[in-house]
């Protein structure tokens, strides 16, 4: 089985700082993609960052030069470093990995979510 075990989230002021980390562990042989998604009340869950195990990277436009993603393929790890925070960034932030097994099936799994507010 695999598990995406996420932490870092808080409570922090507009325009601090927060690194949100995930690691996956489990029968893995490779992680083609992971990423962070959040939801905020009311709203659909959205794409905030991605990476690639080749270290692509995609990211919404509202986070653009704030978030920056990085991975470490070696432990199955991917972090979220989130400056200049905004209120609208408030949600539930959620890790996803794309992982395929050693058995040669592909399938995406969700962690449980950690909380980000930021507000003054």
């Known amino acids: 089985q695999v598990q995406l075990v996420e932490s870092g989230g808080g409570l922090v002021q507009p325009g601090g700082s927060l690194r949100l980390s995930c690691a996956a562990s489990?029968?893995?042989?490779?992680?083609?993609?992971m990423g962070w998604y959040r939801q905020a009340p009311g709203k659909q869950r959205e794409l905030v960052a991605s990476?690639?195990?080749?270290?692509?990277?995609n990211y919404a436009d509202s986070v653009k030069g704030r978030f920056a993603i990085s991975r470490d393929n070696a432990k199955n790890t991917v972090s979220l470093q989130m400056n200049s925070l905004k209120p609208e960034d408030t949600g539930v932030y959620y890790c996803?990995?794309?992982?395929?097994?050693?058995?040669?099936?592909?399938?995406?799994?969700w962690g449980q979510g950690t909380q980000v507010t930021v507000s003054s």
């Open positions: 996803n990995a794309d992982v395929v097994a050693y058995g040669g099936w592909q399938r995406d799994y």
């Open positions: 489990g029968s893995i042989f490779s992680i083609a993609v």
């Open positions: 990476i690639t195990s080749g270290g692509r990277t």
